[in-house]
């Protein structure tokens, strides 16, 4: 039987554990109660055990990526370097062409770009103004828990499940 059955039992035997015409407790519901009980904290081991198991997974997966991120930018930094050197020295020699059967090495030359020497010294009629807003949750909350009504926002509360 899976956990979602089982609760179910027990939720219906906890329904039918107090007799509301006599005021007695049913001492047989009861018992199986406890039965139903140990069903769901056995089911909630293995699921949590099943849990742990996926973790050491994302855990190991986790880690591969950083090795892997590593790599990539290592050898991100030597591509940059030999093109870096490469460009160099063909233009120091002026060369603007290698070619061979497998590819063809060319010097290009780029769109113009700006490149900004010194901000402050550049007339206002040339720069714009950039607005961002974002909500302060932490004033938010701390305002709710001190009595203010704010319109459009409201404290929750989330459960977790925390399996050590």
Do not use: W
Request: proline share 2%; net charge negative; hydrophobic share 40%.
């Amino acid at each position: 039987m899976n956990l979602y059955n089982i609760a179910n039992e027990y939720q219906s035997l906890l329904d039918q554990t107090f007799d509301h015409e006599t005021g007695e407790l049913n001492e047989v519901v009861l018992a199986k109660l406890d039965e139903v009980q140990a069903d769901v904290k056995e089911k909630g081991i293995a699921i949590a055990s099943f849990i742990k198991n996926i973790e050491a997974d994302r855990d190991a997966i986790e880690i591969a990526k950083k090795n892997m991120a590593e790599r990539e930018a290592r050898l991100n930094r030597r591509v940059a370097y030999m093109t870096d050197y490469l460009q160099s020295n063909m233009e120091r020699c002026g060369i603007s062409e290698i070619a061979c059967p497998y590819f063809v090495v060319k010097l290009k030359k780029c769109p113009l770009s700006v490149n900004v020497l010194d901000e402050d010294a550049i007339p206002s009629e040339y720069k714009k103004m950039k607005t961002t807003f974002s909500v302060d949750k932490i004033k938010l909350k701390e305002e709710i828990l001190a009595g203010v009504i704010v319109p459009g926002v409201e404290l929750k509360q989330n459960v977790r499940l925390d399996i050590r």
